[in-house]
């Protein structure tokens, strides 16, 4: 009798198993249909990117893209709302043209960092570069200097070739002998820095109150034209970053005593404190309303580019998801819902708000897939330190298109992130956020934060099979029988691993 019983089971087991494959398939059939045939993921692009522009939080741009974003959400009959988590110092960028004048006339390129105060008008001034000086009394003494002037406050690289450059043409010898000077440069810059008593956030102030007439950095990104746009500490005076090429050539000039002159012009308003939110849509449950499927990307960027990989293509893949989701997959048993998080620049700090501000939703959380490391196929999936993600995303991965699955590296149970996006703010309270980890396409010098982040760089075909792979596991993980199981993985001791602590969203920035 035992014996029967088991056997009967295990025949039910299978025949029910087989039936949900099959059910399955037809709708990963018409989940893959719909990604290839009627693909938006490029109107999108266009319409965010070139359209709208990058959506640094507190500026124009992000409302106008969380307008838009609800627009496209109507338009597809997916509900979808802005939810306000706190203000941001509200700010514009304007337009930035740089010159040299003097010794000869040459454009220069750059742009004025983020949040850098407006200027009234044109200011041509002469350059100075940062002197090494022996200790910070040196350089009180020193500090009058630069009254008028454009002082220029970063390292000029020995080289503007990257490495792997290097690596292909140079002979050994020069390879080394370069990188032995990119070294001693870079330390004794460093050096430089602290001598002067104050650090890179505090020294640009301590030179505006000293009279400068503008800060000059170059942040190179050790790529071919790309430099890392980020944020100016000064109140007052224009900060801008000046590419590579043209921060060498007023480098050398000015240390040559040769006086360059240049003219900056740079305009931005301050608009004050403005509110700031974050964008979720929503596909309700049929049969399990109150628990929830989570699709996740950062919707704010860096604007020294558009934000495209950063992170444009994590929330394209993320809308071009849900569209197909509600035109194949209407009728969810567990609440489909997508979260476009403000602020993760600046600390996660959308997401970890919707995590204080929902804890219902957190703790009826069967999975968050977040995706935010540029543009190319998703190549690895982490358990994130979950002792039972192994039998889950294994088996909401084998429905997935062979050609999608086959590159993905699975990692169970991984250990938990701590940082990084989004998902991490949902893993820190112990939910189940996972990140779909992207290959390179050389996202960490070309486009991650800086000035060629662009539509151009988008692989459009990576996209499609992200946005398939995102709908699918969405799907599956709706449709599971069982609650993804929170315990945690334990360690060689036999004690749970270590969990990252939970951050807490700041809901006033900018204004420090
Ligand atoms: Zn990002």
Same mark, same amino acid.
């Given at each position: 009798m035992k014996n029967f019983n088991k056997l009967f089971i295990a025949a039910a087991l299978c025949v029910s198993s087989s039936a949900f494959a099959q059910n399955n398939n037809a709708v990963v059939d018409k989940i893959v249909k719909e990604a290839t045939e009627n693909s938006q993921l490029q109107t999108l692009a266009h319409e965010l990117f070139d359209g709208i522009g990058p959506r640094l939080v507190g500026t124009p741009q992000y409302d106008q893209a969380g307008k838009w974003a609800l627009d496209k959400y109507k338009g597809w009959g997916i509900t979808a709302k802005q939810e306000k988590w706190g203000d941001w110092r509200g700010w514009e960028r304007g337009i930035s043209h740089i010159d040299m004048v003097y010794p000869r006339v040459h454009s220069i390129e750059g742009t004025q960092l983020a949040w850098s105060p407006g200027m009234k008008a044109a200011v041509t001034a002469e350059t100075v570069i940062l002197p090494d000086v022996a200790d910070s009394a040196a350089f009180a003494k020193w500090l #009058?200097? *630069? $009254?008028g002037k454009f002082v220029m406050i970063s390292m000029n690289p020995v080289s503007g070739r990257p490495d792997d450059n290097w690596k292909e043409f140079a002979l050994q010898e020069s390879i080394d002998k370069m990188k032995a000077e990119r070294g001693a440069q870079t330390e004794a810059w460093r050096n430089r820095v602290k001598k002067t008593g104050y650090n890179g956030r505090t020294l640009p102030v301590a030179l505006e109150k000293a009279g400068a007439a503008g800060i000059i950095t170059n942040y190179w990104s050790q790529g071919f034209g790309v430099d890392k746009i980020f944020a100016a500490y000064t109140k007052t005076i224009p900060t801008v970053d000046i590419a590579l090429e043209d921060y060498g050539l007023l480098y050398r000039l000015t240390e040559k005593n040769e006086k360059p002159r240049i003219t900056i012009h740079t305009e931005s308003k301050e608009l004050g404190p403005k509110a700031t939110f974050n964008v979720i849509g929503e596909i309700k449950g049929s049969e399990k309303p109150n628990e929830y499927v989570m699709l996740s990307a950062h919707f704010d960027s860096w604007d020294g580019g558009t934000g495209a990989t950063d992170n444009g293509t994590g929330t394209l893949t993320m809308m071009e998801a849900m569209r197909i989701l509600k035109k194949v997959? #209407?009728? #969810?048993k567990r609440t489909i819902l997508v979260g476009h998080w403000a602020s993760e620049e600046q600390g996660l700090n959308g997401s970890r708000a919707f995590v204080e501000d929902h804890p219902e939703i957190v703790a009826n959380l069967q999975a968050l897939f977040n995706q935010d490391n540029g543009t190319g196929r998703v190549v690895n999936i982490s358990g994130?330190? =979950?002792?039972?993600a192994g039998d889950f995303i294994s088996k909401w991965l084998e429905v997935v298109p062979d050609t999608i699955r086959h590159q993905i590296k699975t990692n169970f149970p991984g250990t938990p992130g701590g !940082? !990084?996006? &989004?998902?991490a703010s949902f893993v820190a309270v112990g939910a189940p956020g996972f990140s779909l980890g992207s290959n390179s396409w050389s996202y960490g010098n =070309?486009?991650?934060?800086?000035?060629? &982040?662009?539509?151009? $760089? *988008? *692989?459009f075909d990576d996209l499609r099979s992200n946005a398939i792979l995102t709908a699918i596991l969405v799907y599956m993980a709706s449709e599971d029988p069982n609650k993804f199981p929170r315990d945690k993985a334990t360690g060689e001791n036999g004690q749970p691993i270590k969990w990252p602590e939970q951050g807490k969203a700041n809901r006033h920035g900018g204004f420090e």
């Open positions: #009058p200097a *630069v $009254k997959y #209407p009728k #969810p994130q330190g =979950y002792a039972k !940082g !990084g996006s &989004d998902f =070309y486009t991650w934060h800086t000035n060629r &982040d662009t539509y151009d $760089k *988008v *692989v």
